[in-house]
């Protein structure tokens, strides 16, 4: 008999069987929980301790490339996963999502974090802003790991993703994660964890994870530590008021269950190919997944013009989804996560039902196709209306986590708002539209309740990643009812789990303490010019002033027809009089050039490319006669641990460039990115 097991301070812990596991699909029992209980304290502690200290061990790149390995690592046993997450009943496009998208997840966040975290444990989130007349004291933001530990709550209906998107920042960030999944699936989370345990990528104290309750877990819990939730809104508001999550304030980042809308335009009718595609996104959104999904689409708003085509073609669409056993051929859409989740929605659509016509499904004589499915947590597609959505509660309020949805007519955009807004907050909405105009009208009229706005159109839709699916690089949470959280997004989401601190002092100790040059900070100048020295051999700081050049009138002429650059801000003796410099002045990108004249080493070296500039900024202008003179300073030094293509490792070195002129005034400020060798071994 399978017994899952929790992975706790470094064991795996169970062996007697507690609460049965059915399959969703046949209710065959797939595995039990455990008995034994948990020592929450002991899990909580080593987290901190042993966690922290192996996660630290490690900077922001190492852990990346890290997450890297551990994804390679996933996708190649992935067939084990599958193989669990029928029994959820998921599709194979329903596991998909669930596991593919988790490791995807993953595989987002170490690029991510490999392109935009630097070297060390500190970010470094600038600018650096003078507090002084005489940039003594000046004043910037550092975020740095917070020691704690995160507590990662997830929900039934994606065992693999849930815990992914949420571990991947929560990992690079450096901090230990305790993950409870939901009961129901936790069978494909505990072995999603014994995979990335056998990975070897991850460090001890890393990820625990826990099968069953969470017992007195929340009492242990301490000011540096985060929760995280997503589930039904009731339990999270038991969550984020429990005590001591109050008394200490814990960061609680809740996403909850939302009512999603599709809003179809005015603008589009039945012979619109954006008709077709509003249609196919609504059918997808409530069938993927059986709607088991917090993106899915629960309100379908469409103009009172329209309704009857919508209805029409919904009904006709969703009448041909086969429910079933998804190994079954022909089957589209697998069962709810549990026959006690089946009842739930069920109960959910007679409540509709007090206020909403149903259209669709409810019928009595839906049969799911495949062996022992009469057994399984199986729900045909329901299709709602409701005639007068501009009533409070109703399908405004209540949550139906299956496959449906309820129609609502609109007669006037502003009133296509209002509707929307009833959900008191949503995750996404989908608005299918031709018209940039409405798209230009109405998105920021909805972005207030919104998380995420998904516009829909014939051009989108060759690319479009669809409704239902949050993305790693944008945000993923909404206002109000869907919890008020935050999670993905990018690098935000790892920000989410590092503590933001504001630090003021001297330019040379901010510079020491962000690890990055700070402008009128102590430089270091030496004999040996630094694009002569070996990337570990470079110091931050380390700075070179190159000598002098006055710009002449040969220079703009030679450097306008070399570049094919005759603006008569340069060439125009009577233009340039009459224009708010009132004489010809340097092109930009001469002083720009000029400068790399000024510090160049030309010699082979270790400088192996210039790959971009950042921050250019051109301040003062550069007259005929002026003089220029350029300060080259180390500013960041990244180790991402890569090599040449010839092998030969490298990191990246960014340099802070600030051209003069004779008067001392800034003529041009910028960063040079550059790829430099490392030392032969
Ligand atoms: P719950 O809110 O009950 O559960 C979500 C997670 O919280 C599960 O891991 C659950 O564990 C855990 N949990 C529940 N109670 C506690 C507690 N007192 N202390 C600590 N952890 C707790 O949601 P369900 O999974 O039961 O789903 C109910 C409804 O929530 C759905 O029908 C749907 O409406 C909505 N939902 C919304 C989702 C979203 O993404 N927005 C996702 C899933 C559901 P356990 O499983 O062990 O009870």
């Given at each position: 008999?399978?017994?899952?097991?929790?992975?706790?301070?470094?064991?795996?812990?169970?062996?007697?069987?507690?609460?049965?596991?059915?399959?969703?699909?046949?209710?065959?029992?797939v595995?039990?929980?455990h008995?034994?209980?948990?020592?929450?304290?002991?899990?909580?502690?080593?987290?901190?301790?042993?966690?922290?200290?192996?996660?630290?061990?490690?900077?922001?790149?190492?852990?990346?490339l890290?997450?890297k390995?551990?994804?390679?690592?996933?996708?190649?046993?992935?067939?084990?996963?599958?193989?669990?997450?029928?029994?959820?009943?998921?599709?194979?496009?329903?596991?998909?999502?669930?596991?593919?998208?988790?490791?995807?997840?993953?595989?987002s966040?170490?690029?991510?974090?490999?392109?935009?975290?630097?070297?060390?444990?500190?970010?470094?989130?600038?600018?650096?802003?003078?507090?002084?007349?005489?940039?003594?004291?000046?004043?910037?933001?550092?975020?740095?790991?917070?020691?704690?530990?995160?507590?990662?709550?997830?929900?039934?209906?994606?065992?693999?993703?849930?815990?992914?998107?949420?571990?991947?920042?929560t990992?690079?960030?450096g901090?230990?994660?305790?993950?409870?999944?939901?009961?129901?699936?936790?069978?494909?989370?505990?072995?999603?964890?014994?995979?990335?345990?056998?990975?070897?990528?991850?460090?001890?104290?890393?990820?625990?994870?826990?099968?069953?309750?969470?017992?007195?877990?929340?009492?242990?819990?301490?000011?540096?530590?985060?929760?995280?939730?997503?589930?039904?809104?009731?339990?999270a508001?038991?969550?984020?008021?429990?005590?001591?999550?109050?008394?200490?304030?814990?960061?609680?980042?809740?996403?909850?269950?939302?009512?999603?809308?599709?809003?179809?335009?005015?603008?589009?009718?039945p012979?619109?190919e954006?008709?077709?595609?509003?249609i196919?996104e609504?059918?997808?959104?409530?069938?993927?997944?059986?709607?088991?999904?917090?993106?899915?689409?629960?309100?379908?708003?469409?103009?009172?013009?329209?309704?009857?085509?919508?209805?029409?073609?919904?009904?006709?669409?969703?009448?041909?989804?086969?429910?079933?056993?998804?190994?079954?051929?022909?089957?589209?859409?697998?069962?709810?996560?549990?026959?006690?989740?089946?009842?739930?929605?069920?109960?959910?659509?007679?409540?509709?039902?007090?206020?909403?016509?149903?259209?669709?499904?409810?019928?009595?004589?839906?049969?799911?196709?495949?062996?022992?499915?009469?057994?399984?947590?199986?729900?045909e597609p329901?299709?709602?209306?409701c005639?007068?959505?501009?009533?409070e509660?109703?399908?405004?309020?209540?949550?139906?986590?299956?496959?449906?949805?309820?129609?609502?007519?609109?007669?006037?955009?502003?009133?296509?708002?209002?509707?929307?807004?009833?959900?008191?907050?949503?995750?996404?909405?989908?608005?299918?539209?031709?018209?940039?105009?409405t798209?230009?009208?109405?998105?920021?009229?909805?972005?207030?309740?919104?998380?995420?706005?998904?516009?829909?159109?014939?051009?989108a839709?060759?690319?479009?990643?669809?409704?239902g699916?949050?993305?790693?690089?944008?945000?993923?949470g909404?206002?109000?009812?869907?919890?008020?959280?935050?999670?993905?997004?990018?690098?935000?989401?790892?920000?989410?789990?590092?503590?933001?601190?504001?630090?003021?002092?001297?330019?040379?100790?901010?510079?020491?303490i962000?690890g990055?040059?700070?402008?009128?900070?102590?430089?270091?100048?030496?004999?040996?010019?630094?694009?002569?020295?070996?990337?570990?051999d470079?110091?931050?700081n380390?700075?070179?002033?190159?000598?002098?050049?006055?710009?002449?009138?040969?220079d703009?002429?030679?450097?306008?027809?070399?570049?094919?650059?005759?603006?008569?801000?340069?060439f125009?003796?009577i233009?340039?009089?009459?224009?708010?410099?009132?004489?010809?002045?340097?092109?930009?990108?001469?002083?720009?050039?000029a400068?790399?004249?000024?510090?160049?080493?030309p010699?082979?070296?270790?400088?192996?490319?210039?790959?971009?500039l950042?921050?250019?900024?051109?301040?003062?202008?550069?007259?005929?006669?002026?003089?220029?003179?350029?300060?080259?300073?180390?500013?960041?030094?990244?180790?991402?641990?890569?090599?040449?293509?010839?092998?030969?490792?490298?990191?990246?070195?960014?340099?802070?460039?600030?051209?003069?002129?004779?008067?001392?005034?800034?003529?041009?400020?910028?960063?040079?990115?550059?790829?430099?060798?490392?030392?032969?071994?």
């Open positions: 008999m399978s017994v899952l097991k929790s992975f706790i301070a470094g064991e795996w812990l169970g062996e007697t069987p507690a609460r049965p596991l059915p399959s969703a699909i046949n209710g065959d029992i595995a039990h929980t008995q034994e209980p948990i020592d929450f304290a002991k899990a909580v502690e080593y987290g901190r301790t042993t966690g922290v200290k192996n996660l630290l061990a490690m900077d922001f790149q190492e852990r990346a890290a997450l390995a551990m994804a390679l690592y996933l996708q190649e046993h992935k067939q084990e996963l599958y193989a669990l997450s029928h029994h959820t009943g998921a599709t194979k496009r329903d596991s998909a999502i669930d596991i593919d998208g988790g490791f995807g997840t993953l595989f966040y170490a690029s991510m974090g490999r392109r935009e975290l630097p070297s060390g444990n500190v970010v470094h989130e600038g600018p650096v802003m003078p507090l002084g007349k005489e940039n003594h004291f000046a004043g910037t933001h550092i975020l740095v790991p917070r020691g704690g530990v995160a507590v990662h709550i997830n929900a039934f209906n994606f065992p693999v993703w849930g815990m992914l998107e949420k571990f991947a920042p990992f690079l960030a901090m230990p994660c305790i993950v409870k999944p939901a009961t129901a699936t936790s069978y494909v989370t505990e072995a999603a964890v014994r995979l990335m345990q056998a990975s070897g990528a991850l460090p001890e104290g890393a990820l625990q994870l826990i099968i069953g309750g969470t017992g007195d877990l929340l009492d242990h819990l301490r000011e540096q530590d985060v929760v995280t939730f997503t589930g039904s809104a009731s339990t508001l038991k969550l984020r008021s429990h005590p001591n999550i109050l008394a200490r304030s814990i960061p609680f980042n809740a996403e909850a269950d939302s009512l999603n809308c599709a809003i179809l335009a005015p603008d589009v009718t012979d619109h954006e008709f077709d595609l509003f196919k609504v059918v997808r959104e409530m069938t993927v997944k059986a709607g088991q999904k917090c993106t899915a689409v629960r309100r379908i708003l469409v103009p009172t013009a329209q309704l009857e085509a919508v209805a029409d073609r919904l009904k006709q669409q969703l009448s041909k989804v086969v429910a079933g056993d998804p190994a079954v051929d022909g089957v589209r859409m697998g069962a709810l996560a549990s026959l006690d989740q089946c009842a739930d929605v069920k109960a959910a659509i007679d409540r509709l039902k007090e206020s909403c016509e149903c259209l669709l499904g409810g019928t009595g004589d839906f049969q799911p196709l495949g062996d022992g499915c009469d057994r399984g947590a199986f729900l329901h299709l709602l209306l005639r007068n959505p501009e009533q509660g109703g399908a405004h309020d209540i949550e139906a986590f299956g496959p449906v949805a309820t129609l609502m007519p609109y007669d006037t955009l502003e009133q296509a708002v209002a509707i929307a807004a009833k959900g008191k907050g949503s995750l996404v909405t989908t608005l299918s539209t031709r018209d940039p105009a798209a230009g009208q109405l998105v920021p009229m909805l972005a207030a309740y919104h998380g995420r706005l998904h516009v829909l159109d014939a051009q839709a060759k690319e479009s990643t669809g409704h699916s949050p993305l790693p690089m944008l945000k993923h909404g206002p109000g009812r869907a919890g008020g959280g935050e999670e993905l997004g990018g690098i935000r989401a790892v920000c989410h789990y590092l503590q933001r601190t504001a630090v003021q002092g001297s330019p040379t100790m901010l510079a020491a962000t990055e040059y700070v402008r009128g900070a102590k430089v270091i100048e030496t004999e040996v010019h630094p694009f002569r020295r070996y990337f570990e470079l110091q931050i380390e700075s070179l002033l190159t000598h002098r050049r006055t710009v002449t009138e040969a703009i002429v030679n450097f306008g027809c070399l570049s094919g650059d005759h603006f008569y801000m340069h125009d003796e233009a340039a009089r009459n224009s708010q410099f009132r004489e010809r002045i340097a092109h930009g990108y001469f002083v720009l050039s400068a790399a004249g000024l510090f160049v080493s010699g082979e070296g270790p400088v192996l490319a210039n790959y971009g950042d921050n250019l900024r051109f301040i003062t202008p550069v007259p005929i006669g002026d003089t220029i003179q350029a300060r080259l300073t180390c500013k960041r030094k990244i180790d991402q641990g890569r090599t040449s293509p010839d092998g030969h490792p490298q990191g990246v070195v960014v340099w802070d460039v600030e051209v003069r002129n004779q008067k001392d005034e800034l003529v041009a400020s910028y960063d040079i990115l550059t790829l430099v060798a490392k030392r032969p071994q």
